[in-house]
């Protein structure tokens, strides 16, 4: 299932591009601050990596990844996008910068 926002025109500081919930949750959007982000659920852990503002390219190298964080998703509701988006919401807010 892949969410999309209702609407863009709030002024939204974190806005879901894509959200696709599932055992392979994964998705991206941007904070705002210009910074951009992507998340995914891998091997039972639900990662993000937030990149730099103004990239270059379509698709962010390592050097682009300001920070990243993740968490165990077995206590998470993959399935539903409510749940997910929170939690996303949560890991970007802790993310820990990358040197």
């Not at 500081?13 to 959007?29: H, I, K, N, P, W």
């Not at 601050?33 to 990662?47: E, I, K, P, S």
């Not at 968490?71 to 802790?94: H, M, Q, T, Y």
Request: net charge negative.
């Amino acid at each position: 299932m892949t969410v999309r926002p209702a609407s863009r025109s709030h002024g939204d500081d974190f806005v879901f591009e894509d959200l696709t919930t599932g055992q392979f949750a994964s998705g991206f959007g941007r904070l705002g601050d210009g910074r951009t982000f992507a998340f995914h659920v891998r091997h039972g852990q639900l990662m993000v990596e937030i990149y730099r503002p103004r990239l270059a390219g379509p698709v962010p190298a390592p050097e682009d990844v300001v920070a990243t964080a993740g968490r165990p998703a077995g206590d998470l509701d993959v399935d539903d996008a409510r749940s997910l988006s929170a939690a996303v919401r949560d890991i970007v807010a802790g993310a820990a910068p990358t040197h």
